[in-house]
């Protein structure tokens, strides 16, 4: 059995024509034998198929997934960047950067505590403080990427100049300041330069908002502040000394009681944007607590008499420098305290270097014949003699090595003890302080002893900034000339208010009260409290001290003394003069004179207590009688009527100035 195949017979392949060569012509014949000729039933040829178009070339792409996988990964990675960054700024380091935004989003502001004022012993304003502004800018607000100009800090400092009379350079300067929001440009400037300030801040502001430049003043601010004034000008201005750039005394009452008198500064901490404060964002402040109100002994009418009478005096003397002192000799207060020339303490820059001084206690210098009261008060209190002691004054004596004489030479005097005080006698004063001893090195401590008791040698207690306490050195290293010199005011050296303190002694029955320049403090509640009592020591018996005060009675009342010139008609005048040698401070040699007076009235019933001294007057006297004793007269005058103290209405026996051998 023939097995028959399901698949289909092969299909028989006709060639097919040969194609021409050449388009459109005929086909080449075929060889002899190639091709089968048409025969009955044949099938007819193929025609030729045309020809086919070029495929176009197929470019494959690379599988994108690698890719996919690469940008995601990267991905990743900032994306675990972003979340350990985000983990170290809210956690690990969270605190510290908070501390950084609040450092830069908060600003701490001191509060200036008012300083308290001064005044004199009736409430009169000796010092005050006035409203200010402390000028001040934020330096990041002056850079180029805030203004877009490249010297923005050059050209405000060019406007701000004048106004503030600073330099240019140092303001600009400031403004450049890096890693900081905050500079003071000028400190305690008046109302009235902030204002001007802020108006032309506004004419910069509207000239910016008209598409003009960048406002550089945009950056200037300002805090509130108090000026320092004294409403009497060069008045107490030794006294009262003044206040620095820095707000702190600088000198007198201002440096003495700065504690009492600056008060106790505040603070507020507030968030700020751009230089300003944002109200709603809240603050902290710890208020400022006032400066305490300080009281003075001194009477601002006395002050004034007594800075006139010595600063038309020096003039008119054309001396270096004199000083007047006047004290309540009962209570130790000190009236008035003047020196010449002074100071206005308003305006520092005029005054002179040498003026911004209180003299009256920072001057030491030899005081001359007003110092011979301590030396008779000793003689007195020891009972080496009485007032009418006679002393025989050659017009020559030799002690030690040295020869001397009074300061006029005269035929030998026959003087009481009183005529020796009343003709200023250094001699007859070197002959009595001779009793005080056995031997002059015995009578050397004696003296020694008094003037210690006198407050020679020691401070005052004031305490005042630059007091000296003088020149006196132990009795038993006074040279060969000292121990003659010192009775009657050379070789020891004193400041105005201790040969004050002197005549304030006997005037006060023999007692030395302390003086004092503060009456008491008025804290921020309004409480007054009183000064420390001033301490009181006996210096001589009362007894002495009545004698002593009617012994200088005779320096001013009789035609013997030389204290003439001092008398003031209804009152019993006690005083005397002085005429030293004067040391110059830039040789050390003896250059000139220092003259003086000192006294107290009533003599009988002492109130006040006057001290005047001149330094080198080198036009007309230099007598202390002469040039201090009219300037003692009209302060003292003054201060009697002031104080209304009654005319004495009563007159006391003349004790004797000489007597006959």
Known sequence: MTEVSDREPPRRRVPAPARSSKPGGSARPAKPGSQRRPGP??????????????????????SPRPRLRLVSLALALVLIAFVVRLLQVQAVDASEYTAKAEKNRYLSRTLAAARGGITDRNGVDLAISVDANDITADPTLFTRKATRISDAPEQAAALLGPILGKDTDELAAKLRTEKTRYVVLARRQTPQVWTQIKDLKSTLAEKAGEGGPANILAGVLQEPSSKRVYPNGDLGAGILGWVNADGKGGGGIEQQLNGDLSGKDGEIRYAQ?????????????????????????????????????????????????????????????????ANSPGFDPNDLSRADGGALHNWSLEDAYEPGSTAKVMSMAAVLEEGAATPATHVTVPNRLHRGDRLFKDDIDHPTWYLTLNGVLAKSSNIGTILATGQLGKSQEAANKVLHSYLRKFGIGGYTGLDFPGETKGILAPADQWST?????????????????????????????????????????????????????????????????KTLAHMLESVVDDEEGTGAKARIPGYRVAGKTGTANRVDPATGRYRGYTSSFAGFAPADNPRVTVYCAIQNATKGSYFGGQICGPVYKEVLEFALKTLQVPPTGDTTDRLPVTFTP
Do not use: C
Not at 45 to 62: E, H, S
């Open 481 to 545: 000339s000292q121990q003659y010199t010192i009775p009657f005011g050379q070789g020891v050296s004193v400041n105005a208010m201790q040969a004050a303190s002197v005549y304030s002694t006997i005037a006060n029955g023999g007692v030395r009260v302390e003086p004092t320049l503060v009456r008491g403090t008025k804290g921020a509640d309004g409480q007054f409290t009183p000064a420390a009592k001033a301490k009181k020591t006996r210096v001589v018996s009362e007894k002495t001290a």
């Open 41 to 62: 039933g044949a099938r007819p040829a193929r025609r030729p198929a045309p020809p086919r178009a070029k495929a176009p070339r197929v470019i494959r792409l690379g």
């Open 273 to 337: 944007s751009g230089g300003r404060q944002v109200p709603t964002a809240g603050s902290t402040e710890k208020p400022a607590v006032a400066g305490s109100e300080v009281e003075l002994t001194i009477d601002r009418d006395i002050q004034w008499a007594a800075q006139h009478a010595i600063a038309e005096q020096v003039e008119k003397s054309k001396a270096d420098r004199g000083y007047v002192i006047v004290q309540d000799n009962r209570t130790g207060e000190i009236l008035a305290m």
